[in-house]
């Protein structure tokens, strides 16, 4: 679930410093760290210049997952 509220803090963000998504989701920045790390690994995230963002081909994925879930408003 930790995995989720990660994804639906950078689909809110846009794009976000690991930083700003423990803020956002409360979690320790260990935590934070670690689940960004498979995230990225599993090609689910992009970065650049330390800033996170889902991947474009998993985009529209990511928000109907999120949006089942209801974790995002449709």
């Known amino acids: 679930l930790n995995l989720q509220f990660l994804l639906r803090a950078i689909v809110q963000l846009d794009q ?4 700003d998504l423990a803020e956002a989701t ?28 889902v991947a474009w081909r998993w985009y529209r994925p990511v928000l109907v997952t999120l949006q089942r879930q209801h974790l995002l408003a449709s």
């Open 16 to 19: 976000a410093e690991p930083v």
């Open 26 to 53: 409360r979690l320790k920045p260990p935590q934070v760290r670690d689940a960004l790390r498979l995230l990225q690994t599993r090609g689910y995230l992009d970065v650049h210049e330390g800033r996170y963002a």
